[in-house]
Structures are given as structure tokens and as C-alpha cells.
């Protein structure tokens, strides 16, 4: 999408952005924190499996006749909570209950690039340990990106599977012009590494001369991201020049973001914006910091 003058001659921003930056922090109550944009989690679902005191499923007044609402998950009970479920009378925060091998089964959070934050850093959700109903095992946590407004530039990185394979790099932007290549709906699978931005040639329309006064306020990206398994702070790590260069085995790595993503990494799928043209890496995902 190519921007529209005004008719006084100034920039608007690129692409419908109906509410301000400062008014999307405010409402939703958005935390600026350390992958760099602003985030909140408004839904967490947890499991259990529960005791038999205060289950409803062995409670003897539960009509046989109705379907147990745990008995898809095993006669675990799940319960939603986080500022997202008080709409339907779920708690806001996390209640307590009593039962045994409780899990975190997803979380949902907004997440918002803004010009004063415009880059998240490259990272990783890692492989929790959850409950078969037998024992711990491995699953990988798995995203769900859904847009809202703005759009941002991902880069996502698949680990090679040896040193004498090479990582695997796609380029894909979300954003709302889907006959243009953009996507409002984005999944990454667990193990892969990830970063948003908002595009080089989005961040430029602020330095133009004619640039409205308020266009700041209207560039960015906002989506809502569901974690499965839930997110847990313990379970994310970020990326730097030796953990990129110990997976792939062949030397020193690069983790500016630029068009040679990882140095040695082959890009296997780009998906850029309508408006793209080549581009220095300054504004580029950045390992570790941001800008």
C-alpha cells in the first residue's frame, strides 16, 4: 500500500490505523518490556486435574444427561481467567483451586509495535514440559498471530536440523493488504526463532519533510497472539550471534536482520510489502536490544 497525500500536501499513514498508539496503550493497558514493543496478556486458561471435594464433574448432583465439560480433556477441569475473561463473569485474576498436575493449556495477549519501540528481539518460546495423563513429556508451544491494525514485518528462522544443513529464513508481512501478499492470520510452529519490525519504508514516511504532525501516533501494527501450551517466562530465550553460530556450526553468524539473515541461512520465502524497495538493515531486527 502506498501512502495517500493529504490535501494539504502532508503523508498519511500507509494503512487504515483508526486509534492512536498512545490511545491503544491506554485502553488496553499495554506494558512496554524487555522483547521491545508494548504487551498484555488478557486470557490465561489453565487445567487441572481436580480433587473430588470440589469437583463438579463427581459431584452426584451433575444431570447424567449433560455433557461434562471436562471430559474432552480427560475429566481435567480448565478454567479462564485474566482481564479478557471478566466479559463473560470469568475472574481476572488467576483463582485457586485444589487439584493435582495443574498446566497452563494458553495464553492470549495483544502485543503493539509503535515508531518509539518498533522492533521485537529475536527469540524463542522454548519446549515446556506438560502431562500426557502417564508422565511428563515434550511438546512444543505453538503461535497464532491475528491482526489487527498497522503491520509489521516478521522475520522466522527453523533451526537446522544439523550442522550440515542450514537454517531455514522466511520473510512475511502482517498487515490488511491481502491481495498485495500480507497476511492477517500468521502461525509459527514451536522451535523456531521470530521477531517483528515495524517495514523500513514505513519508519521513513516520519523523517519526510511533509510527514503530518500526528503520523506517529499512526504507525505500527497491532495483532493478538495465542500461546499453546500458555506462555511461561521460563520458558523463552533470546537469540545472539553464538547460539545462531552453535546450531548451524559454520562460523560467525549475523543477527542484524539484514537480507543475508544469519549470514549463512538461505531465504526459502519472502513475502514483502507492496511498497518495498531495497533497504539498509538500521532499523533491522536487532539480536538481544533493540535499535
Same mark, same amino acid.
Given at each position: 500500500?502506498?501512502?495517500?497525500?493529504?490535501?494539504?500536501?502532508?503523508?498519511?499513514?500507509?494503512?487504515?490505523?483508526?486509534?492512536?498508539?498512545?490511545?491503544?496503550?491506554?485502553?488496553?493497558?499495554?506494558?512496554?518490556?524487555?522483547?521491545?514493543?508494548?504487551?498484555?496478556?488478557?486470557?490465561?486458561?489453565?487445567?487441572?486435574?481436580?480433587?473430588?471435594?470440589?469437583?463438579?464433574?463427581?459431584?452426584?448432583?451433575?444431570?447424567?444427561?449433560?455433557?461434562? #465439560?471436562? +471430559?474432552?480433556?480427560?475429566? $481435567? *477441569?480448565? =478454567? &479462564?481467567?485474566?482481564?479478557?475473561?471478566? %466479559?463473560?463473569? /470469568?475472574?481476572?485474576?488467576?483463582?485457586?483451586?485444589?487439584?493435582?498436575?495443574?498446566?497452563?493449556?494458553?495464553?492470549?495477549?495483544?502485543?503493539?509495535?509503535?515508531?518509539?519501540?518498533?522492533?521485537?528481539?529475536?527469540?524463542?518460546?522454548?519446549?515446556?514440559?506438560?502431562?500426557?495423563?502417564?508422565?511428563?513429556?515434550?511438546?512444543?508451544?505453538?503461535?497464532?498471530?491475528?491482526?489487527?491494525?498497522?503491520?509489521?514485518?516478521?522475520?522466522?528462522?527453523?533451526?537446522?536440523?544439523?550442522?550440515?544443513?542450514?537454517?531455514?529464513?522466511?520473510?512475511?508481512?502482517?498487515?490488511?493488504?491481502?491481495?498485495?501478499?500480507?497476511?492477517?492470520?500468521?502461525?509459527?510452529?514451536?522451535?523456531?526463532?521470530?521477531?517483528?519490525?515495524?517495514?523500513?519504508?514505513?519508519?521513513?514516511?516520519?523523517?519526510? #519533510?511533509? +510527514?503530518?504532525?500526528?503520523? $506517529? *501516533?499512526? =504507525? &505500527?501494527?497491532?495483532?493478538?497472539?495465542? %500461546?499453546?501450551? /500458555?506462555?511461561?517466562?521460563?520458558?523463552?530465550?533470546?537469540?545472539?550471534?553464538?547460539?545462531?553460530?552453535?546450531?548451524?556450526?559454520?562460523?560467525?553468524?549475523?543477527?542484524?536482520?539484514?537480507?543475508?539473515?544469519?549470514?549463512?541461512?538461505?531465504?526459502?520465502?519472502?513475502?514483502?510489502?507492496?511498497?518495498?524497495?531495497?533497504?539498509?538493515?538500521?532499523?533491522?531486527?536487532?539480536?538481544?536490544?533493540?535499535?
Amino acid at each position: 500500500m502506498s501512502s495517500t497525500p493529504a490535501s494539504s500536501g502532508s503523508i498519511n499513514p500507509p494503512y487504515p490505523y483508526p486509534v492512536a498508539n498512545s490511545d491503544l496503550i491506554k485502553h488496553h493497558n499495554l506494558s512496554n518490556y524487555g522483547e521491545g514493543g508494548y504487551l498484555v496478556q488478557t486470557v490465561a486458561t489453565n487445567s487441572l486435574v481436580p480433587s473430588r471435594s470440589t469437583s463438579a464433574l463427581n459431584s452426584a448432583a451433575w444431570p447424567s444427561d449433560y455433557p461434562k #465439560p471436562g +471430559a474432552a480433556l480427560g475429566d $481435567r *477441569e480448565q =478454567i &479462564g481467567w485474566g482481564p479478557g475473561a471478566t %466479559v463473560l463473569a /470469568g475472574p481476572a485474576v488467576e483463582p485457586t483451586v485444589d487439584g493435582t498436575e495443574k498446566r497452563v493449556d494458553a495464553t492470549l495477549i495483544y502485543y503493539l509495535i509503535t515508531p518509539d519501540s518498533y522492533q521485537g528481539k529475536m527469540h524463542m518460546n522454548l519446549h515446556p514440559v506438560s502431562w500426557d495423563g502417564y508422565g511428563p513429556m515434550q511438546c512444543s508451544m505453538q503461535h497464532f498471530h491475528i491482526h489487527h491494525a498497522g503491520r509489521a514485518l516478521y522475520t522466522l528462522i527453523k533451526p537446522p536440523s544439523s550442522a550440515d544443513t542450514e537454517p531455514e529464513v522466511y520473510r512475511v508481512v502482517v498487515g490488511p493488504d491481502v491481495l498485495n501478499g500480507e497476511l492477517t492470520q500468521l502461525y509459527v510452529p514451536g522451535g523456531w526463532w521470530k521477531a517483528s519490525e515495524i517495514p523500513e519504508e514505513d519508519m521513513l514516511l516520519l523523517d519526510a #519533510p511533509n +510527514a503530518d504532525a500526528n503520523l $506517529r *501516533e499512526h =504507525i &505500527g501494527c497491532l495483532i493478538s497472539e495465542v %500461546v499453546v501450551p /500458555g506462555w511461561e517466562p521460563s520458558q523463552h530465550a533470546f537469540v545472539d550471534e553464538e547460539k545462531v553460530s552453535g546450531r548451524t556450526g559454520q562460523g560467525s553468524a549475523r543477527t542484524d536482520g539484514s537480507s543475508r539473515r544469519c549470514g549463512m541461512a538461505r531465504t526459502v520465502g519472502s513475502r514483502t510489502p507492496s511498497t518495498s524497495t531495497p533497504r539498509p538493515s538500521r532499523r533491522a531486527v536487532q539480536a538481544g536490544r533493540e535499535g
